[in-house]
């Protein structure tokens, strides 16, 4: 990077550190990942603090020092607010912000998930219910970016293309009835997913459809938790994410909607 530069970024965190200083993690549609030093300033009108609030969408001058980048100036393209005043919308925000934030390195550029993450930030403030849809969308194609898409189309142990009856976290894709049954009672229970004909085309239609196909779309709340379960286990153990913070109060709150609204729905199998 040479002298300073114009970036648009999602603000992922931001924490104090000595002397006034902050620290702002920013999602940059040219850099990736950094993380970026600028000086509280406490007194006076508006201060930048508010400007690099998590959620925001901003456009920002950075200068690259030796080891780390200074925030010279920033201002809003989207504050994305919505998302402030809604518990269910802040809550899903959230899980998806720690979660670009974790599965991401620094420094390596990601401009598709940048791109991919505020879609999904201006989709959520947009929306008004079936939030779980969106997430889904988003997480099946963060998979995608990271370079970690499942195999469904035929069996990822043989390859035959019929039977295709279980999903393998572990193996990355289905795996026929016979290739399951070859597998030893303890590999059977890791991870193994019974999973129909329904729910295999409703993955495969998520990943092979950009995200904005899903501003309309609500999966039925029983079919999107079953998927979000095989999801965050391929999450898990694909991208060697152990449990995010925002995962316990997320559940939480699914859980509630689910025992007033829907009865079972985040039931386990
Ligand atoms: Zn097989």
């Known amino acids: 990077m040479a002298g300073n530069v114009m970036v648009e970024a999602v603000v992922l965190r931001q924490f104090s550190i ?20 600028m000086w509280e300033r406490t007194k006076g009108k508006k201060t930048r603090t508010e400007v690099t609030a ?16 200074d925030l010279l100036h920033a201002e809003i393209v989207r504050t994305h607010y919505e998302l402030g005043e809604d518990v269910e919308k802040y809550l899903y925000a959230s899980y998806a912000l720690e979660l670009t934030d974790r599965v991401v390195s620094e420094n390596v550029p990601v401009p598709e998930i940048f791109r991919l993450l505020s879609e ?41 293309p019929d039977e295709l009856q279980w999903f393998s ?29 329904g729910i295999i085309r409703t993955i495969e239609y998520f990943m092979n459809h950009n995200l904005k196909t899903f501003r309309n779309a609500a999966l039925k709340e029983q079919t999107a938790g079953k998927i979000q379960e095989v999801v965050r286990q391929y999450l898990a153990y694909h991208l060697d994410i152990r449990k995010l913070k925002s995962e316990g109060f997320l559940e939480e709150e699914q859980k509630n909607a689910g025992r007033s609204e829907h009865g079972d729905y985040i039931r386990k199998n």
Not at 18 to 37: C, E, F, H, P, W
Not at 54 to 69: D, E, G, L, T, V
């Open 54 to 69: 998590p959620f925001s969408h901003i456009r920002a001058r950075i200068i690259a020092r030796r080891n780390s980048y």
């Open 120 to 160: 999904f930030l201006d989709m959520l403030c947009a929306r008004s219910g079936k939030y779980l849809t969106l997430l889904i969308a988003y997480e099946i194609h963060l998979l995608d970016q990271m370079g970690v898409r499942a195999e469904l189309s035929h069996c990822v142990s043989c390859g035959r």
């Open 169 to 197: 976290v572990p193996d990355g894709g289905l795996l026929c009835r016979a290739c399951r049954k070859k597998l030893s009672e303890k590999q059977q229970e890791r991870l193994i997913y019974r999973v129909d004909f």
């Open 18 to 37: 000595a002397n006034g200083r902050k620290m702002v993690v920013l999602l940059t549609d040219r850099y990736g990942k950094i993380s970026t030093g």
